[in-house]
């Protein structure tokens, strides 16, 4: 097999899913999600829900602060 066959099936895995065709991969039958989609969708949204509860931490951190300056200048 040539390293370049091989390239190009790689390229098109990268970019549609599928090594056999410059398609994109056809969705599960029905709209539904595969398991795998199913599970990486669950972990973004987990992740999502913790970074913004980051964020909401360092907000009120950051009140906090801004406060404390305000009663310290005085």
Same mark, same amino acid.
């Given at each position: 097999m040539h390293s370049g066959t091989l390239h190009s099936w790689v390229s098109r895995w990268r970019r549609n899913g599928?090594?056999?065709?410059?398609?994109?991969?056809?969705?599960a039958a029905g709209g539904r999600?595969?398991?795998?989609e199913r599970a990486r969708l669950?972990?973004?949204?987990?992740? @999502?829900?913790?970074?913004n509860k980051r964020i909401r931490e360092l907000e009120m951190e950051r009140d906090?602060?801004?406060?404390? @300056?305000?009663?310290?200048?005085?």
């Open positions: 599928s090594a056999s065709s410059d398609r994109p991969a056809e969705p999600m595969h398991d795998a669950e972990r973004l949204r987990r992740e @999502m829900s913790e970074k906090v602060l801004k406060r404390c @300056m305000v009663l310290w200048v005085k």
